[in-house]
């Protein structure tokens, strides 16, 4: 199936509201004469979350300490490389790090410092995410798969009743499988789709780069510790599976809160193909932000607890989100729009945990969820 163009976004009533919020929010920057861009504290922060991988591993190499405090500087570098992905590449590919191109590009590589490529998580993420959100089939960061379901319209199977308690599994090898099969099942399935639509040159030379990146990456984080540095393999395997899963709970974690909660919404295309929301209209019915006045978590997770101006502003930074969300919020309220949130990241995580118990024992949620 050809994804591209497969769903259309109509409702003419609702244009006047993105209109005005967009001309609300410039009117911000305009005011306050900023850029939508990253700033000084933008760039610490990058600074920071690179330091903070880089670094616990060159003390593993070159100190070598014992094997309890090379693995808690493995669950360092896990909550780095999250931090990394959350808050410095996920900005730089969606065109919200820089004004020039050029760096927005060599920080989107910061993605390869975790073992994967840019060109797949665009495609994923920047196309299919953003512009499906929460649409089954269409959006791949809620695609119901190794055994969980994530939304009503997929099938309902006796393995999911557990899925409330399993999660954390699922969840703690994401990046592990992302790293290891997922980019490679991608590079074919996008193409086939035709979600992946370069010319057959760059289609040879993207899978190139594929191999390069998994090749250096695995050499440098597996391969190198033992070969050159003398440290047993069962050490570095160990810390390698730490690191991995730690990133891999706080990543999965993040996005589920915004996306898969009990408010949300995944609506369906009619049967010609219409959602009847404009796409902006359609991302608050489908986002949730979370924790909102949380000023360590906003500074950690990338302002993606500001889900709902991510998803409207893609292009600008986050560092400038809780400015902007009070626009987002009273501009929704003036024109009868929904405007989700949760108070605090326990709240959202109840909420997301009760509804995959939910998604686990009934067909549809109609009933229930009134």
Known sequence: MSRKGSVKFVNPNQHLFYQTL?????????????????NASMVIKSIVMITAYITP?????????????????????????????????????????????????????????????VFNWKL??????????????????????????????????????????????????MTLYWIIAKDFVQFVRYRRQGVNVVSKREYRIQFLRLMLVKTTYFFAILVMPTLIFGIPFWQVITGFVVMHVTGSLILSLVFQLAHTVEDTDH????????????????????????????????????????????????????VHYPDIAPIVKRTAAEFNMPYLESPTFLTAFRSHMRLLYKLGRVPKLDDIMD
């Open 124 to 173: 994923q993420h920047n196309v299919l995410h953003h512009t499906y959100t929460n649409i089954t089939g269409l959006d791949d960061d809620i695609q119901s798969k190794g055994g969980m379901r994530f939304t009503e319209h997929d099938e309902l199977k006796p393995a999911h009743r557990l899925q409330f308690i399993y999660i954390f599994a699922h969840y703690s090898i």
């Open 57 to 117: 591993f060159i003390i593993i190499l070159f100190v070598q300490p014992a094997f309890w405090v090379s693995l808690c500087l493995w669950v360092l570098m896990g909550i780095a490389f999250a931090g990394i992905g959350m808050g410095v590449m996920h900005d730089a590919n969606h065109g919200a790090y820089s004004s020039n191109q050029m760096v927005n590009k060599l920080m989107g590589y910061s993605v390869n410092l975790a073992g994967s490529v």
């Open 267 to 318: 609506p369906l295309p009619d049967a010609e193909g219409n959602i009847h929301n404009i796409w902006a209209v359609h991302q608050l019915h489908t986002t949730m932000n979370f924790s909102p006045g949380n000023r360590l978590l906003n500074w950690y997770v990338g302002g993606l607890n500001h889900q709902v101006e991510h998803h409207l502003f893609p292009k600008i930074c986050h």
């Open 22 to 38: 967009k001309q609300n929010v410039q009117q911000y920057f305009s005011e306050k004469g900023i850029s939508t861009h990253a």
